[in-house]
Each structure stands twice: as C-alpha cells, then as structure tokens.
C-alpha cells in the first residue's frame, strides 16, 4: 500500500467516517484513517490508521502523504472553524488534490432564505468560502436531518412508552440515513474529478411529520406509537433538563421551529443522481433498526 494513492478520511470513528470506511476498505481502496485516539480504531483491510488532532496543525501532514483526496466531517465546538481550516490548508501543502466536505444543508439553498442561518449553518459556510478559496478541487456535501438521530433517546421513549415527543407541530422534513451520506462520499471520492465543484444536497425522498412517522413505526414494530407534539418552550426545557449547552438548544429549537412552520420540506435528487437508486426510506431505516424500537 505505500506505493498506492491514498483517500484521507477525517472523522474516521465517527459514524459517517465508520461507514464511509467500509465502503472504502471493500472496494480495495487504501485509505489513511485520522482520529486524535488511535484506541479507537478499528482494524479493516486497505485503511491505515494515523493520530493527529486538528487543533495541531503540526500533526496533520503524516495524513495525507501519498493522499489524492481528503474527506473532512467532524464535531461542531468553539475552534470548528479554525480545525476545518487547518487540514484544508495542510492539504493543500501535502499536494491532495480533491476534497470533499460534509457540511450542512443549513448551509445551502434548500435554508429558507427569510430565516437567519443557525450557528451551525454559519459556521459551515464560512468553512465552504475557505475551500472554495483555497485552490483544491472540492466537493460539497449538505445532507439534511439524519434518521439516525432517532436512535437514542428518541427510540429509548418508543421502545418505553410507544410515544415520540417533538415541537415540529405537522411540519414535515425529507430525512436521510447516514449510510447514504457514507455512499455518497465513497462514490465521490472513487473519482473525484467526475464531482469537483458540485454541491449535493442530500435529503430523503419523502417528506415526513412525526404523525407520519409513528404511524411509519407502529406498522414496523406492530405496535401503535403515538405523536405527542410539544410546544417549543416545552422542548426546550426537557433539553435543559439534561444539561445541554445553551448553543446545542438554541441550535435544535431553530431547526424545530423551522420545521414546524413548514419550511424544511425540500427534496432533492442528488442521492439519486449520484448513486443511481433511491434514497432509503423511513420504514427501510426502521427496519433495519428494529430492535432500537420494538
């Protein structure tokens, strides 16, 4: 593998990089996985594991020697934009030609444009302004809300009540399974010159409100599951019941109340175009989760 061109991956224990991992050590393609903890990693056939911590820009280039492209997804925190930076800059000293960004859909034109952009959206975007200035070719990816996010404490209150509590009223959202973000990174990174300079929006084929998907669930599980539609104050206290920071809340009910006044309902056929099949759904997302809910 020394000889061969390698694909960086960043955010290699996450779960997008896990999958996109996957997807990469089956097809043979050697692969320089990153995380700051090396206790992490996972042994898989064609990826090799290096430590650096994006903080530290002197520990970023052993990451992309003999690299053709780079796939950048990681955590949002107060140095997000300094961090994402860094390794586009280390990148582009290193000689990687392409590179592909996991960014956010409240970043893109599927935000409705009468509504200030969320912290998050911010941040992306002004992440997206430094590769598209930086001289490597890019691409952009701007999934919208994950279905894994249901598994958790969401599922938790399904699998223990039979009941899904949420303030998006009856608006609805066209959500994605992160395993098609990891595919559509992988597809990209396959060939990275065929999608320089797109940007994909990567959403779910159907649009869908919580009544929808306990109804979805219910027929899955074979249980009724019922919506309990909150109101956005009532939501936001049950966050800050759990001790989440001021920002995460602030963050959450903006998407909420975006969804709620009807305003997260685009679709897009990028999944499709890119892939060449449908999105998964809901119900196939479920079912394949079944046991987080049943």
Same mark, same amino acid.
């Given at each position: 593998?020394? !000889? ?66 780079? @796939? ?26 392409? @590179? ?25 975007? =002004? ?21 894994? !996010? ?5 599922? =938790? ?25 990891? #595919? ?21 084929? $159907? ?16 249980? =009724? ?7 956005? $104050? $009532? ?25 709620? !006044? ?6 897009? !056929? ?20 079944? #046991?987080? @809910?049943?």
């Amino acid at each position: 593998m020394e !000889n061969t061109p390698y694909r960086t991956v960043f955010g290699a224990t996450g779960k997008i990089g896990r999958a996109l991992l996957g997807f990469l050590s089956e097809a043979q393609l050697p692969t320089i996985a990153v995380t700051r903890d090396l206790g992490r990693a996972e042994s898989l056939p064609f990826v090799k594991w290096v430590a650096a911590d994006m903080s530290r820009p002197e520990t970023l280039p052993a990451t992309m020697e003999n690299s053709v492209a780079a @796939f950048l997804v990681s955590g949002m925190g107060a140095s997000f934009i300094a961090e994402q930076h860094h390794v586009i800059t280390a990148a582009k000293a290193a000689g990687v030609k392409s @590179f592909v960004k996991l960014s956010s859909a409240a970043a893109g034109k599927s935000w409705p444009a009468h509504i200030a952009p969320s912290a998050i959206g911010q941040s992306h975007r =002004k992440v997206e302004d430094l590769l598209k200035a930086s001289g490597l070719d890019w691409t952009i990816l701007q999934p919208t809300g994950f279905m894994q !996010n249901w598994l958790g404490e969401f599922s =938790k209150r399904v699998k223990e009540e039979r009941r899904i509590y949420e303030a998006t009223g009856d608006g609805g959202r066209a959500y994605i399974d992160l395993r098609d973000i990891a #595919e559509v990174a992988f597809t990209v990174l396959k060939d990275p010159a065929r999608h320089a300079g797109q940007t994909y929006i990567l959403t779910g084929d $159907e649009v869908l409100n919580y009544w929808q998907l306990a109804d979805i669930i219910g027929t899955v599980i074979h249980h =009724k599951v019922t919506y309990v539609p909150l109101t956005l $104050e $009532e939501a936001r206290e049950r966050m800050e019941k759990t001790g989440m920071p001021q920002w995460t809340i602030q963050t959450l009910i903006t998407y909420a109340e975006v969804q709620r !006044n009807g305003d997260a309902t685009y679709v897009s !056929n990028d999944v499709q175009q890119v892939l060449g099949k449908p999105a998964r759904t809901a119900a196939a997302f479920i079912a394949d989760y079944i #046991e987080w @809910f049943k």
